[in-house]
């Protein structure tokens, strides 16, 4: 039944996608044998309780590897023509799970202004139906975020962002096809993966792991500098941005598609008051809170319940509604 299963997924999931101008994912059949229990949190324990073997269950990761191979011929890592880094709305993605809850979180999908001020907003619940698998978080949460987009360009056009900023990676990924490049190629619209912590691809050399970067990161000062992350080869698939003068930590950019990484990090610095750019550190607050009003956890119930916290949590509120 399962070797079935996988069979008729490489069918309906890659074939029909080889000639397709616009990509998308159909992880139905996968929700057959791959749906996670909230109650479970390692992927082994998962898979075992299942039934799902090593082996088969490399045979789903090489479907998906085929598809992230077609993906990937459709990455684009210049500017366009006309590009310019001067923009009228960018745009935020970002996905928030329920606390102990590896299934159900909120989506959500913000785009600013040049003001860094919030014109768009859109959360949604999502269920996911794929495991995560590292290196595959595009099929687990790519289309959720990608809908979003998707219904916004529908609605509101008028507030279809100059680029998306996702928290993910593009092609600072080891099959160089990151959730970014999903969403960008997906949505045709130029997309940056923005990382906040280092994917360790250490099979592409030492600039991939973290004492290297650490090291290197360190003699940096000034808000907008930044250290490449190169191949062996000299390939470079990103780089470790510092995003103010205060921050210890970088953020990783990469491009998704559509234009080049120097432009990608020029975008992320600018828009930057924090460690995090706004874009996806307002999708993160917004999603949080989302499922803090909708979906709290106990503590957050209790908290609710004391004498004296009335005040803050219509502080916390307001702010939200004001952004």
Same mark, same amino acid.
């Given at each position: 039944m399962l070797k079935s299963c996988i069979s008729k997924f490489n069918k309906l999931l890659i074939a029909p996608y080889c000639d397709s101008a616009k990509l998308s994912y159909n992880c139905d059949i996968l929700s057959q044998f791959l749906l996670i229990k909230p109650a479970e949190h390692k992927m082994e324990d998962k898979l075992d309780k299942l039934?799902? @073997?090593d082996d088969e269950l490399e045979n789903i990761k090489q479907a998906w590897i085929a598809e992230q191979?077609?993906?990937?011929?459709? =990455?684009?890592?210049?500017?366009?023509?006309?590009?310019?880094?001067k923009f009228s709305y960018l745009g935020g993605l970002d996905i928030s799970f329920i606390v102990g809850d590896d299934v159900n979180a909120c989506a959500c999908y913000v785009v600013i202004d040049t003001n860094l001020e919030l014109v768009y907003k859109d959360t949604k619940m999502v269920k996911m139906t794929a495991p995560y698998v590292p290196g595959f978080l595009a099929f687990r949460e790519a289309q959720f975020l990608i809908d979003l987009v998707e219904a916004q360009k529908t609605t509101r056009p008028e507030v279809t962002p100059h680029a998306l900023l996702v928290d993910g990676n593009g092609v600072l990924h080891?099959?160089?096809?990151? =959730?970014?490049?999903? *969403?960008?190629?997906?949505?045709?619209?130029?997309?940056?993966?923005?990382?906040?912590? #280092?994917?360790?691809?250490? &099979?592409?050399?030492?600039?991939?792991?973290? &004492?290297?970067?650490?090291?290197?990161?360190?003699? #940096?000062?000034? @808000?907008?500098?930044? =250290?490449?992350?190169?191949?062996?080869?000299?390939? *470079?698939?990103?780089?470790? #941005?510092k995003t103010s003068a205060e921050s210890s930590?970088?953020?990783?950019?990469?491009?998704?598609?559509?234009?080049?990484? @120097?432009?990608?990090?020029? #975008?992320v610095n600018k828009v930057s008051k924090y460690r995090v750019p706004e874009p996806t550190r307002q999708?993160?607050?917004?999603?949080? &809170?989302?499922?803090?009003?909708?979906?709290?956890? &106990?503590?957050?119930k209790q908290v609710k319940k004391q004498p004296g916290k009335k005040m803050i949590k219509e502080k916390s509120t307001n702010h939200m509604e004001n952004l």
């Amino acid at each position: 039944m399962l070797k079935s299963c996988i069979s008729k997924f490489n069918k309906l999931l890659i074939a029909p996608y080889c000639d397709s101008a616009k990509l998308s994912y159909n992880c139905d059949i996968l929700s057959q044998f791959l749906l996670i229990k909230p109650a479970e949190h390692k992927m082994e324990d998962k898979l075992d309780k299942l039934g799902i @073997a090593d082996d088969e269950l490399e045979n789903i990761k090489q479907a998906w590897i085929a598809e992230q191979k077609e993906y990937r011929s459709r =990455i684009v890592e210049k500017d366009p023509k006309d590009w310019s880094n001067k923009f009228s709305y960018l745009g935020g993605l970002d996905i928030s799970f329920i606390v102990g809850d590896d299934v159900n979180a909120c989506a959500c999908y913000v785009v600013i202004d040049t003001n860094l001020e919030l014109v768009y907003k859109d959360t949604k619940m999502v269920k996911m139906t794929a495991p995560y698998v590292p290196g595959f978080l595009a099929f687990r949460e790519a289309q959720f975020l990608i809908d979003l987009v998707e219904a916004q360009k529908t609605t509101r056009p008028e507030v279809t962002p100059h680029a998306l900023l996702v928290d993910g990676n593009g092609v600072l990924h080891p099959r160089q096809c990151g =959730i970014a490049c999903h *969403i960008g190629v997906a949505t045709g619209l130029p997309a940056v993966g923005v990382a906040k912590n #280092l994917h360790q691809i250490q &099979e592409y050399g030492d600039q991939f792991t973290r &004492e290297n970067v650490r090291e290197r990161f360190s003699i #940096l000062t000034q @808000a907008g500098q930044h =250290i490449t992350l190169a191949t062996t080869e000299g390939r *470079i698939l990103g780089a470790a #941005l510092k995003t103010s003068a205060e921050s210890s930590n970088p953020v990783y950019v990469s491009v998704g598609s559509g234009l080049s990484l @120097a432009s990608a990090l020029e #975008l992320v610095n600018k828009v930057s008051k924090y460690r995090v750019p706004e874009p996806t550190r307002q999708a993160d607050m917004i999603s949080r &809170e989302f499922l803090r009003q909708n979906h709290p956890t &106990e503590r957050q119930k209790q908290v609710k319940k004391q004498p004296g916290k009335k005040m803050i949590k219509e502080k916390s509120t307001n702010h939200m509604e004001n952004l």
